[in-house]
Nanobody, 123 residues
Framework: QVQLVESGGGLVQAGDSLRLSCAAS????????MGWFRQAPGKEREFVAL????????YYADSVKGRFTISRDNAKSTLYLQMNSLKSEDTAVYYC????????????????WGQGTQVTVSA
């Protein structure tokens, strides 16, 4: 079992930055591929970014590429999502998740989820 707790969400204006954190506990954090997803009201949960076990490889959704950066600190068992140049369409609940499989962008491939943190971007 892996327990995940997100933090760092909030209300910001378009163009602002925000950094989300995801603290992991339980099984060894470094053994999992970690991802960020988001879900806006009335929409399906969508992939945002993922990072490989070692942190050497990353993959982003086209909608956030160049604006968001995923990172992890295995010593602290913490995952981060730095979000810059935020847009109103980035408004959603953001979730971190853990997977045993690399390069998967569907929620079904992730076994463990946090409770989510709300990000609201005003235009």
């Amino acid at each position: 079992q892996v327990q995940l707790v997100e933090s760092g969400g909030g209300l910001v204006q378009a163009g602002d930055s925000l950094r989300l954190s995801c603290a992991a506990s339980g099984r060894t954090f470094k053994n999992y591929v970690m991802g960020w997803f988001r879900q806006a009201p009335g929409k399906e949960r969508e992939f945002v970014a993922l990072m490989a076990w070692s942190g050497s490889s990353t993959y982003y959704a086209d909608s956030v590429k160049g604006r968001f950066t995923i990172s992890r600190d295995n010593a602290k068992s913490t995952l981060y999502l730095q979000m810059n140049s935020l847009k109103s369409e980035d408004t959603a609940v953001y979730y971190c998740a853990a997977s045993n499989y690399y390069y998967r962008t569907t929620p079904q491939a992730y076994d463990y989820w946090g409770q989510g943190t709300q990000v609201t971007v005003s235009a």
